[in-house]
């Protein structure tokens, strides 16, 4: 009687885990993406400027 509710906060905390995991890496590869495109944009600029 008392083992569902437990079993569905265990579900819903795994759950939350999972998607902050899932979140933390996305946010990540985007600051990576970004920093690439930045680089490339600087390397540019500078190319334009020199």
Do not use: C, G, W
């Amino acid at each position: 009687m008392y083992t569902l509710p437990i079993l569905r906060n265990n579900l819903m905390y795994n759950f939350k885990a999972n998607n902050l995991e899932l979140f933390k890496e996305f946010t990540r590869k985007s600051e990576k993406v970004m920093l690439e495109q930045l680089q490339k944009l600087d390397i540019n600029v500078n190319t334009y400027i020199n």
